[in-house]
């Protein structure tokens, strides 16, 4: 297998904090990778040691098939970053920024100026780049770090929350090009801690917690590893242990629970079983007052290895639509 | 790729002389203060007799290479403190992440550090001239421009190397204050060094700047205390040196 990247045992402490504690993970090539986690799980140092920019305390890393530690030149070449925290001249216009990374990148006048008109396109800042980067607002700067990412099309692309502050049109924009990129053969990998963009983006994701991987699967498996679909039910006789029993018994049912006078079946399919679900009812003799159906989410998923559910730690953070800024604590 | 490249080379340059240019106030602030010092001194010591001083040799003549030098590390010292805010602002890392060989940043710092130091070192000798200062000759002017440009690449490699020892501002201000300022008091700016006392003496022998005022000196006023060669080797001495340490130093340094 031709690997993007892989990680062995990595870790990363700052005097008395382990911000990384042993982890590994391998990354195919062409592959679109999410680390997800909470602000300060650890996603962004991770990011930094792969990145060359900290050096590992222990383990090992290669990336594009060099070792961060031993080939950094190679690494750098290889790679290319969104950084998570503004990395931008303000002194300097929005079309500067990008000249000066495509010279340090040392990309061709000719394509130069085609890839960054095509990159300033795509995040509509065409007619802001000849304004000074100190005149955007939150979203712009990230906008623009965005594009400036992108320009030199790098084998191996880091995202460090790459919508954060965005709102959801460009989001939107930004998830299909992230997609194109990946298309066409770049390798991804991303740091998110919203759920919807592993989700919808990542072939694999990886949750880290506290520094460590708690799980490691595709989006899919890692929801279908919960049990199926969430079906709740509102009863007419809660306590109808009867109905528990019954439901029990069927093998598309994976668990039951009952609480707050509701039924809550963990099941296989949802969408196919339902009618037997009300037959199952009825011959019982229970009304079901109210159903609600619902496919896991990968908050569900990281709910079951933390024990805690993200949004929580992300309160006073901007959501989904904020378009604020935010900064992470880490 | 551990090479240069004259491209990157280029556009660091290229941001440092954009900057530069936007930064107005930063240009007048580095040129008015030793401008004042040149001619409010230079005034007022005007008829002063000072020990080591030759008779033919009047203050402001005295004074204005040595401001001229005093200026130059100011601005030079100016590029490691730029290497500390690219930190706080996050452009280091952007910097640090490419894949640039480490030592083309350092000569794109340099390139831009000396460009801007020679202008305003330039832009002193031009006013000093309007204040009645004399260059003898074109000669004498090359050997000057020899000494700026070392006096500059000196301190900015030693600002380099402060910086990349150096996690924010606040220390470098420190540096500044706690070092730098008597390096200038001890390097013969104001007067010649052989009126300190033995111990003070000692250190401005040590003081590397000692050798770039006397060399400016020398070039423009004939007036020195070494041969302008031995100035010239010391100084390319430690040029060499602190710029090597200071590549060594920004290279193992953490950008984030």
Known sequence: MDYAIKVVDLTKKFKNLTAVDHISFEVESGELFGLLGPNGAGKTTTINMLCTLLKPTSGYAEVAGYDVAKKKDMVRNSIGIVFQETALDERLTGRENLDFHSIMYNIPTEIRHKRIDEVLDLVELKDKANVLVEKYSGGMKRRLEIARGLIHRPKVLFLDEPSLGLDAQTRRNIWEYIKKLNEEDVTIILTTHYMEEADYLCDRVAIVDHGRIVAIDTPVNLKDALGGDVLTLEISESTDTKLEEQFETMDWVVGVDVRNGAMELRVRNADRHLPEVFKAAEKMGVTITSVHLRKPTLEDVYLKYTGRKIREQEAGQSGLGGASESEEGN | ?256
């Open chain 2, 1 to 256: 790729m551990s090479g240069i490249s004259l491209k990157a080379i280029y556009i660091l340059w290229l941001r440092e002389m954009k900057t530069f240019y936007r930064a107005k106030s930063r240009i007048v602030g580095t040129v008015v203060t030793p401008l004042f010092l040149l001619a409010f001194l230079g005034a007022g010591f005007a008829g002063a007799v000072l020990p080591g001083i030759p008779s033919s040799v009047g203050y402001l003549e005295y004074l204005t290479p040595g401001i001229i030098g005093m200026t130059m590390i100011f601005t030079s010292m100016f590029t490691g403190l730029s290497v500390l805010w690219d930190r706080r602002y996050g452009f280091l890392k952007e910097i640090m992440v490419t894949p640039v060989s480490r030592m083309t940043i350092v000569l794109g710092r340099i390139t831009g550090g000396l460009t801007t130091s020679m202008f305003e070192g330039l832009s002193i000798l031009a006013i000093s001239l309007l204040l009645g200062f004399k260059v003898s000759g074109i000669g004498d002017l090359i050997l000057t421009l020899v000494f700026m440009v070392l006096i500059s690449v000196s301190f900015i490699g030693l600002g380099l190397a402060i910086a990349s020892l150096l996690k924010d501002e606040q220390g470098f201000g420190l540096i500044m204050n706690f070092i730098i300022s008597p390096l200038l008091f001890l390097s013969g700016i104001f007067y010649p060094i052989e009126n300190l006392p033995l111990a003070l003496r000692v250190v401005s022998y040590l003081n590397p700047l000692t050798y770039g005022v006397d060399g400016l000196r020398g070039a423009l006023i004939s007036v020195s205390f070494l041969p302008w060669i031995i100035n010239l080797v010391l100084l390319t001495g430690f040029c060499v040196g602190i710029v090597l340490l200071g590549t060594f130093l920004f290279e193992r340094n953490e950008a984030v």
